[in-house]
């Protein structure tokens, strides 16, 4: 069965780094667009940014472009997040889905933006 496994996630100051990392299973992961979404307290899913299966072909939600970057290795059937210069608006918990809604995502890496 597809499993996603979310790693990564921190308490971390505002202009801070972290990477996340995403193990994948259960699919032909260098198949599928890849993506990583993330919930704030209280609100919805956001979806944050998306890899092409050739990892050629990246997209950002606005608030995000510039500072993180989205990356793939196939051989290791994993996808990533970059983030810098975090913001206490990051805050969330961020998960690696393999559809822009997030309806098939893992369990989740909290990220916490504060000083």
């Known amino acids: 069965q597809v499993q996603l496994v979310e790693s990564g996630g921190d308490l971390v100051q505002p202009g801070g780094s972290l990477r996340l990392s995403c193990a994948a299973s259960?699919?032909?992961?260098?198949?599928?667009?890849m993506y990583w979404v993330r919930q704030a307290p209280g609100k919805g899913l956001e979806w944050v940014s998306r890899?092409?299966?050739?990892?050629?072909?990246?997209g950002y939600t606005d608030s995000v472009k510039g500072r993180f970057t989205i990356s793939r290795d196939d051989a290791k059937n994993t996808l990533y997040l970059q983030m810098s210069n975090l913001k206490p608006e990051d805050t969330a918990l961020y998960y690696c889905a393999r559809d822009s809604a997030g309806h098939l995502r893992g369990q989740g890496t909290q990220v916490t933006v504060s000083s």
């Open positions: 890899i092409s299966p050739s990892g050629m072909a990246t």
């Open positions: 259960g699919f032909i992961f260098r198949s599928y667009w």
